[in-house]
């Protein structure tokens, strides 16, 4: 039954959940935050439940555009058993943070910024990179045409000499400095940071306790889900959802998880956007492919993004690298994506029944 709460197109999967949404009772809210060939692209916002309540429950898709297919799939899967479910809480669903990139195939937005770590509320850190990056520069964002690069052997010689941990926490940590480069974090707030910022603030005014869930996909074993709670994050807040979730949860520490400290976070950056509230949130990463193939994957579809459109042109959705792209953030296989369904459904109802739970 999962299978079928995946698309393969930004418009099909958009109006799939915007039907599902309506039929659940819950009402729309679309912010255009960027335009492609004349068309509207929109953040899709879908509310329910009682506006002066002081719990809310939040499930955000697409912060990484292509990775939004999974969210989506799972935002599917929980319209259809709210359907017949009440809650105290206060329902909201972000239906693709970044509709360019998911409609594009791409991680980053339309300037090239990963949403993921854009939410800086201080305009004096959008600056510098870690020297790491800087050395590592012209590995990760090649200009070339890719022939005769050795790409694995490089990278498995760059891991032998810094290790795993430091390498993942050095390239994906989030930079400032180069705006071709992956995981660039851009110079301001970006139109799609303000529009939810801007909601969340309107709609969870009255809100004390929010549960917040930003599904990613790309670390991890295959098939497998990781909740990564903020390395910062109160150690009371971390022990109540481990005390719901088990095992499950880990903090986002490159030395003790699949993840990395990452700057300008979305779930790092929550609990300031909601200052009022206590917020428990995590980003529920499903495991792909090893890290080496989803490194390369970025990095041969970035290097063909940016050749195309410094020659005026637009990469093509068929091109190898997007299709390469997509496999990586969203396997074809049949049985990854059931049990992700799956596991994104047991999330999600396992923190809305904390949030309602929670004394106050």
């Not at 799939?73 to 009440?86: F, M, P, R, T, Y």
């Not at 290790?163 to 050095?170: F, T």
């Not at 390239?171 to 660039?184: L, R």
Request: contains cysteine; hydrophobic residues 45%.
């Amino acid at each position: 039954m999962g299978l079928a709460y995946f698309h393969a197109d930004f418009d099909v999967s958009r109006h799939a959940f915007q039907q599902a949404a309506i039929k659940s009772g819950f009402a729309l809210t679309e912010v255009e935050v960027s335009q492609q060939a004349g068309q509207a692209l929109t953040v899709c916002f879908a509310e329910a439940g009682d506006p002066s309540s002081d719990r809310a429950i939040v499930h955000i898709s697409g912060t990484h555009g292509v990775e939004g297919f999974v969210g989506s799939a799972i935002q599917l899967a929980v319209l259809d058993k709210l359907a017949s479910k009440g809650s105290s809480a206060r329902r909201i669903f972000v239906h693709a943070l970044n509709p360019w990139g998911m409609k594009n195939l791409r991680k980053a937005n339309a300037e090239n910024v990963d949403l993921n770590r854009n939410f800086i509320f201080s305009p004096q850190k959008f600056a510098g990179a870690p020297e790491a990056y800087k050395k590592l520069n012209s590995f990760l964002n090649p200009k070339g045409s890719g022939c005769c690069e050795f790409f694995l052997a490089r990278a498995l010689a760059l891991i032998a000499w810094h290790g795993m941990p430091a390498m993942r926490q050095a390239v994906a940590g989030g930079q400032y400095e180069f705006e071709e480069g992956i995981f660039f974090g851009g110079r301001q707030l970006a139109a799609e940071s303000r529009a939810i910022i801007a909601f969340l603030q309107e709609k969870l005014k009255r809100a004390r306790l929010v549960g917040a869930i930003d599904v990613h996909s790309g670390l991890g074993q295959y098939g497998d889900d990781t909740l990564l709670v903020d390395a910062a994050s109160n150690a009371a807040d971390v022990e109540v959802l481990r005390e719901r979730f088990k095992d499950r949860v880990s903090l986002s520490l490159p030395e003790s998880s699949v993840a990395y400290v990452t700057s300008g976070g979305l779930t790092e950056g929550l609990p300031k956007i909601l200052d009022r509230a206590r917020v428990l949130a995590f980003v529920q990463e499903f495991g792909t492919y090893s890290a080496l193939k989803v490194l390369q994957a970025m990095r041969d579809e970035n290097r063909w993004h940016h050749r195309a459109r410094r020659a005026g042109q637009q990469l093509a959705l068929r091109h190898s690298s997007k299709a390469q792209l997509l496999e990586v953030f969203c396997p074809a296989d049949q049985e990854w994506r059931q049990k992700v369904v799956e596991r994104g459904c047991s999330a999600y109802m396992g923190l809305e029944g904390l949030i309602q739970g929670v004394k106050l």
